[in-house]
């Protein structure tokens, strides 16, 4: 009996396993169909599957390919499907954004809701506008101009202005807020039409044409020769590269274009007449018709053999003569490219480099003009210059100096001075960053280089008085 009962202990439990396993068998068969699963575990597995296989798909392209990832992307050939689509793309996105754009009578709309609607502040006259105003004049202009200038009206443009005791802003800074907002954005509409290549950047011809887009709207430009105008837009967008491509890649980013002081100098000839803008204020604005005539007039006297260069000698010739022999010659070294044939002697400087000359010399208090000047000073390409190298850089100066009739004067005390104007941060050395954080890196610049400026800087004190009296008159 005992081993008849312990047999069929040992029987049944051999059979357990059997039926333990085969339920547990089904069970497992059954959670894996999903069948047993709410929508969300079934979506959670179906998620993790596919992050699953996307993550054993780059494993094996990664495997495959090489230790560097790919980073250019081949742009659509010209007339492909591709290319057709990305301009057909382009051209509705630009055209969609200039819809939301506020026209003229738009924004003479808006103006006459800011007015009929503002407050006049006692004190001071000027027409402002609380919060309350600001809302209850949103509300009138979306009735009259349409939805498009909702977005103007955002608490965070109102905190933007400077406001009184009462919190109110004034309403003319809020209106040329809006205009130059949308002057902005239709340039910007402007110029990405003419990039080709949809990259954010325009090169030469692109931005030419841009600017000879802008002529008729410019009325200081309207009148200009049609036989000037390319010549016109070539010595225009040329300033545009000058500031905006310093590293002289050939095309400018369209939002520093756009951010640039350029720009902004470009759009002040659309004042309606040139009598409210003096001789002086067009001569120093690069974009009138003056001064590009006087750019080109400038050129053609100095190409004495008329050969479309310049050489050494002939730049020579450059502001009366004023410029040093050693500058002129560094300016060769480095910003004019050696010619195809001859020897060095054979270098000539061409139109365009000619401009970026123009350009660094009447600009040298931008950071742009004093790094193409400091190219020039810098010697032995070293990024710094050694008293070694202002002493050689005034040498010349000081023989123009005496050569002129003027009084006698020390090297070393005009040294001195240039170290005690810069205070470098190193005693021994002046580099580019200390000549643009000492705020006189054009003045120090001017006196290394052209005997004019040197003259300026030391009768700078009888200069001012002269200015101040001709201010009072």
Known sequence: MYNG?????????????????????????FIGSGSGLGSEALMELETKRILLDIFK?????????????SFYKKKPEDGSI????????????????????????????????????????????????????????????????????????????FMKFEKDESGRIAILPFYLYVMRTVSLTQARIDMSELDEDSDGFLQPLEMEAYIRGLIPNLAQLRDMPSAFVQMYCRIAAHK??????????????IKKVLLSNCLQELMELHQESEEEVTDTEQAEN????????RICDMFLALDKDMNGTLSKQELREYADGTLTDIFIERA???HVRRGKTGGGNAREMDFESFLDFV???????????LTYLFRCLDLHGRGFLTTADIHTLFRDVHQKW?????????????????????????????????????????????????????????????LLQEEEEQEEE
Not at 57 to 69: D, G, L, N, T
Not at 402 to 423: A, H, P, Q, S, T
Not at 429 to 456: E, H, N, P, Y
């Open 5 to 29: 009962s312990r047999d069929g202990d040992e029987a049944h439990s051999k059979a357990l396993p059997v039926s333990s396993m085969l339920w547990v068998r089904n069970l497992r068969r």
């Open 240 to 253: 545009f590269f000058f500031f905006c491509d310093p590293h002289r890649r050939g095309k400018a980013c």
């Open 359 to 369: 350009l660094a010399l009447e600009n040298k208090d931008t950071p742009e003009g």
């Open 332 to 334: 060769f070294d480095e």
């Open 402 to 462: 005496i050569d002129g009739g003027n009084y006698e004067l020390c090297i070393e005390d005009v040294r001195d001075e240039i170290w005690d104007m810069v205070k470098p941060g190193d005693p021994l050395r002046i580099t580019l960053a200390d000549l643009l954080s000492c705020k006189q890196g054009g003045t120090v610049a001017s006196m290394l280089i052209d005997v004019r400026g040197f003259w300026a800087h030391d009768n700078r004190e009888n």
């Open 286 to 293: 690069w974009f009138s018709l003056t001064s590009a005539q």
């Open 82 to 157: 591709s290319h057709r689509v990305q301009r057909l793309a382009k051209y509705r996105f630009l055209k969609k954004q200039s819809d939301l754009l506020l026209n003229a009578d738009d924004l003479d709309a808006m103006w006459v809701c800011l007015r009929e609607n503002c407050v006049i502040d006692d004190a001071t006259g000027a027409e402002k506008m609380n919060y309350e105003d600001f809302c209850h004049i949103a509300s009138v202009c979306t009735e009259q101009i349409g939805p498009k200038c909702r977005r103007f009206f955002s608490p965070s443009n």
């Open 57 to 69: 798909e780059k494993q094996q392209k990664s495997a495959e390919s090489s230790s560097i990832p």
